[in-house]
T-cell receptor, first 110, second 113 residues
Framework: QQQVKQSPQSLIVQKGGISIINCAYENTAFDYFPWYQQFPGKGPALLIAIRPDVSEKKEGRFTISFNKSAKQFSLHIMDSQPGDSATYFCAASGGTPLVFGKGTRLSVIA | DAGITQSPRYKITETGRQVTLMCHQTWSHSYMFWYRQDLGHGLRLIYYSAAADITDKGEVPDGYVVSRSKTENFPLTLESATRSQTSVYFC????????????FGPGTRLTVT
């Protein structure tokens, strides 16, 4: 019930393409869904977050899509760039500290 | 410097030894967290603290001890290190325990031989 399942584990995308990372959860009490980005040798940093009262949130090239009925949310990176190469973590919380997915290692190749 | 710092950045220790990882934040955030990051497991919460003298267990607390006598410091102690505790440890802080942004430190890479 506390798990957040993230897929894929790794992703290779051509420069300019769309990167899509998916997450699913079971706990209906979750009401906050952030995505964190982590570069090698650094700590994770908040990228974008969404609450369940909206179905989509966009910040620049990054968009979260949220499907409450399916209990799924996803991160879309438009026009992916080599500088986007990093590990991405989805997370969720609801009355408890954040629960993180296992991460997706994204490589954007030129 | 303002922010969240961890020390040491790298540590090698032997099985059975006690080791303490330090975490310091300058924002006066109420909440502080300790995570470990392992390949294939993502970030797993070890302990967290809502305020000075208030701590609570996370997902993987066994073998770890924490204390928080001051708001800005949140040390993590491995009382008797084991090889399974070889990992990268991240400290984080937040204004809110649930919905606020967590600010992560740079991490401590711990190797237990």
């Amino acid at each position: 019930q506390q798990q957040v399942k993230q897929s894929p584990q790794s992703l290779i995308v051509q420069k300019g393409g769309i990167s899509i990372i998916n997450c699913a959860y079971e706990n209906t009490a979750f009401d906050y869904f952030p995505w964190y980005q982590q570069f090698p040798g650094k700590g994770p940093a908040l990228l974008i977050a969404i609450r369940p009262d909206v179905s989509e949130k966009k910040e620049g090239r990054f968009t979260i899509s949220f499907n409450k009925s399916a209990k799924q949310f996803s991160l879309h990176i438009m026009d992916s760039q080599p500088g986007d190469s990093a590990t991405y973590f989805c997370a969720a919380s609801g009355g408890t500290p954040l629960v993180f997915g296992k991460g997706t290692r994204l490589s954007v190749i030129a | 410097d303002a922010g969240i710092t961890q020390s040491p950045r790298y540590k090698i220790t032997e099985t059975g030894r006690q080791v303490t990882l330090m975490c310091h934040q300058t924002w006066s955030h109420s909440y502080m967290f300790w995570y470990r990051q392992d390949l294939g497991h993502g970030l797993r919460l070890i302990y967290y603290s809502a305020a000075a003298d208030i701590t609570d267990k996370g997902e993987v607390p066994d073998g770890y001890v924490v204390s928080r006598s001051k708001t800005e410091n949140f040390p993590l102690t491995l009382e008797s290190a084991t090889r399974s505790q070889t990992s990268v440890y991240f400290c984080a802080s937040s204004e809110s325990g649930r919905k606020g942004e967590q600010y992560f430190g740079p991490g401590t890479r711990l190797t237990v031989t």
